[in-house]
């Protein structure tokens, strides 16, 4: 369970219809090319928000299927209908997928003790390991370490999706916790989390350099800081143009460029801007995407 996860991207038509041969493309790409050592399926990057219960199970179907045990599989289940969530997990566990994951409750203010309850009730429904979703700038909630304590006396909350920039939080989760996981979230902090000792890192960018992510991951762990460094930067010249022209959006564009059917995004949100298309050609080539 440890490396370079891809958050996983999934291609929709106009009309907001998963791509599945699309889907399958990214897939691969993710395995062949990138090389990434697992996939995070239906988080933020797989717009996992705004689908429908059936279009999610589809996504672990189709993604089970194509990866065929290539590579880890994580699935996200977290919802704030904790029936769905639980479905959803069962489903997942059913298909052999290796950990579960969800995110924080949102929306409404909960109390720690019903996330908790959250987080018990789908581990129990399904019997499966869970990775807690942390992405406190989405979500509006940030856990203490205290109460990360609480959570990971569960065996079966085996670590935790760190999306935020808080370090000395993650180096004190580091220190306390040297046997759960731990995935940076953030990809233009990636050094610093593999500084941190993370176990791995699981990001929307690794869809097209997951390449790069697994070396700056290894040659930290190899000591090799400064090296490590110097690809982050060309890591982070990429994230800003593509946060520049918006984020899902570029990165499947990205990927259309190249030939992968990355389909278009899914409504509310805006589909990409066909005036940007040069400025994504440009950015395919200057870096050898
Ligand atoms: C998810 O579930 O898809 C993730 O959270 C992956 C983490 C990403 N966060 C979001 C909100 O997309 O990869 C990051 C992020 O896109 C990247 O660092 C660019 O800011």
Not at 174 to 186: A, C, D, E, Q, T
Request: glycine content about 8%; aromatic content about 10%; proline content about 2%.
């Amino acid at each position: 369970m440890k490396g370079i996860f891809s958050a996983l991207l999934v291609p929709f038509d106009d009309q907001g219809r998963i791509k599945e041969q699309g889907l399958r493309e990214v897939i691969r790409n993710n395995i062949d090319v990138q090389q990434v050592d697992g996939l995070y399926v239906n988080g933020s990057s797989g717009e996992n928000f705004m689908l429908t219960t059936d279009q999610k199970k589809k996504i672990f179907e189709i993604t089970h299927e194509e990866t065929n045990g290539a590579v880890k599989l994580i699935a996200q289940v977290g919802s704030i209908n904790l029936d769905e969530a639980v479905e959803l997990g069962k489903y997942a566990t059913e298909l052999g997928y290796d950990s579960l994951s969800a995110v924080t409750p949102f929306y409404y203010k909960f109390t720690f003790d019903e996330i908790k309850n959250y987080y018990e009730t789908i581990i129990e429904a399904t019997g499966n390991n869970m990775i807690i979703y942390a992405i406190p700038a989405l979500t509006g909630v940030s856990m203490s370490l205290e109460q990360f304590d609480v959570l990971f006396q569960n065996e079966k909350v085996i670590g935790v999706k760190y999306t935020d920039g808080n370090f000395f939080m993650l180096e004190r989760l580091r220190k306390k916790y040297p046997n759960k996981l731990i995935y940076s979230g953030f990809d233009e902090m990636l050094i610093y989390g593999a500084v941190s000792g993370v176990d791995g890192a699981i990001g929307s960018t690794y869809n097209i350099h997951g390449n790069l992510a697994k070396q700056i991951f290894e040659m930290v762990q190899q000591g090799e800081v400064a090296s490590a460094y110097e690809v982050q930067h060309v890591m982070n010249d990429i994230i800003e143009k593509v946060l520049e022209l918006g984020l899902y959006q570029t990165l499947k564009e990205i990927l259309n460029v190249k030939g992968i059917d990355a389909g278009t995004v899914k409504q509310p949100m805006s589909s990409f801007d066909p005036a940007k298309r040069e400025a994504v050609e440009k950015l395919v080539r200057d870096f050898n995407l």
